[in-house]
């Protein structure tokens, strides 16, 4: 349910190829460890849910020199989305790994 709910939503991104780009990388998850578990499986594809929820992209930045700023706090953004859809599904704190990703 969590991965067909981020699929949802990741076509609202204002990046047209959101959506494809998180299908590829979960699909190179999958075939670098194909046992991955459910974290990680729902991390590869949500690590960019922020932009298709707060429509904030790296366009938006006005001092490049603050793209590794910008980096960070989107993927801790991403995580903290993707943590409140996994919780609404039932997902307990422990087995929210989100942090060894980020």
Known sequence: MVMKEVEEILPKSPLHF??????????????????????????????D?????TGITEKDLDDSLKLKDFKRDHALRSAKIITEIMERHGYVYSDLTFDRFC
């Open 18 to 47: 959101d959506l494809m780009h998180a299908q590829l990388t979960l699909k190179w998850v999958l075939r670098l460890k194909p046992d991955a578990d459910d974290s990680l499986r729902i991390a590869a594809l949500a690590h």
């Open 49 to 53: 849910m922020e932009r298709a929820v």
